[in-house]
């Protein structure tokens, strides 16, 4: 069993501000999370700032470029203002987070505790464990908080369920992605208790409906999750909603307030990826999305920069790639950028299939710099140091001496 605790965000840039302030209600209470935030559009540059972050709390942070604009036109719903598309990602956990339990979390909430003992519950029987929608006045049980029995979604392809489901129901799920969940799994879930998706947001509607008991239910303690459910945000400028200031105090704390409270040691430089500095950096020009071995390489040489340039508009294949902080993507390249450039790697990498430019291989075999390449990539008429595709090894090898 992967004992690995997981957490799950969804988001785009727009959402930014929401995103990191319940990332750090988070690491208040927590260490040895890994939590992966699903995203089109957040910026290379806001991950590898707050990563470092993260890191100094004891957690992990990683990106995933979700990119599914087949699904996008056809489930933008239109019926809740409040719903984004990006809410759907939590659909395709299984295929991007190998835990066996996965922990996903709306980022309209916040955390007020420690909520490790969550990983440790027997779901066997279950495909999650869920809070009650609304108090129990919704229907089934609201999906912003979802502890996911990963390892069985995984095995049944629950992701694909859903997505059928989703095309056969889009139109009459009132409630997105969450009457969709509801369908599938109707009773098969595990119920929480009420503090762990304390739904503050219902405020509005248990006032207009006459459901005085919301307002005698105990906020002190505060609940272990509170969620800022409907189109009423504690954000807005004016918003009728109880705990309107804790979110507010998540969002104004400061990193370094954080870190200073858990009184961590500093990782070793050794055991974290490099993030600024780097020994070594490598270049390849495609104008061709298929990259031999470019992930692998990325992630046995964390201490290696892997410039990509293109003269043109690149792929969402492409952007992901950008997951790995070592990986930096020049689109609709300059020529004065790319010279400067090729003055600044030390090898290039010939591992782009299709058209080769053979001007900036020249280049670099005119000046006596190393070009690697694999025996399903190299160019032919050029010196260069080939290896086997199914060797890459080999190459992170080669590279590493190189850097030395």
């Known amino acids: 069993m992967n004992e690995t605790k997981a957490v799950v965000l969804a988001g785009d840039y727009g959402y930014i501000r929401q995103i990191e ?240 409270s858990k009184s961590l040691q500093q990782p070793s430089k050794s055991t974290q990826p490099c993030t600024g500095n780097y020994r070594l950096e490598c270049l390849t020009l495609t104008d061709c999305d298929v990259l031999e071995k470019l992930e692998e390489l990325a992630e046995a040489l964390p201490d290696c920069l892997f410039h990509v340039a293109a003269y043109t508009a690149v792929s969402d294949r492409l952007v992901a790639m950008m997951a790995h902080d070592n990986i930096r993507l020049h689109r609709s390249i300059l020529p004065v950028r790319l010279k400067q450039l090729m003055a600044s790697c030390d090898i290039y990498l010939d591992i782009n299939y299709a058209f080769k430019f053979r001007d900036v291989l020249q280049s670099f075999e005119n000046q006596g710099r190393p070009i690697f390449t694999f025996d399903s990539t190299q160019t032919e008429g050029i010196t260069e140091r080939v290896f086997a595709a199914d060797r890459c090894q080999e190459m992170v090898e080669a590279i590493r001496s190189y850097s030395g």
């Open 21 to 260: 302030t319940t990332l750090k209600s988070i690491c208040c209470y927590h260490e040895s999370i890994y939590i992966y935030v699903f995203n089109q559009d957040i910026p290379q540059e806001w991950f590898i700032h707050t990563r470092k972050r993260v890191r100094e709390t004891g957690n992990e942070l990683l990106d995933v470029k979700l990119f599914r604009e087949d699904l996008r036109q056809k489930w933008q719903d239109s019926t809740f203002g409040h719903i984004n598309y990006m809410t759907y990602a939590r659909y395709f956990i299984p295929e991007y987070v190998p835990a066996d339990r996965v922990l996903y979390l709306d980022c309209d909430l916040i955390v007020t505790q420690n909520l490790d003992h969550l990983f440790e519950l027997e779901l066997d029987a279950y495909y999650i464990a869920a809070v009650r929608a609304t108090f129990g006045l919704g229907i089934g049980f609201n999906a912003g908080v979802m502890l996911i029995n990963n390892q069985r979604w995984r095995q049944e392809n629950i992701s694909q369920q859903l997505v059928e489901l989703t095309d056969r129901e889009i139109e009459t799920a009132l409630e997105g992605d969450q009457s969709i969940l509801n369908m599938l799994f109707a009773d098969q879930y595990w119920p929480l208790d009420d503090s762990y998706n304390f739904q503050i947001g219902f405020d509005m509607g248990a006032a207009q409906y006459g459901h005085d008991f919301v307002f005698d239910l105990p906020l002190s303690p505060l609940p272990a999750i509170i969620h800022y459910i409907s189109g009423q945000k504690p954000w807005d400028l004016l918003s009728n909603m109880r705990l309107r200031e804790v979110w507010w105090f998540y969002n104004h704390l400061e990193w370094s307030s954080i870190i200073a």
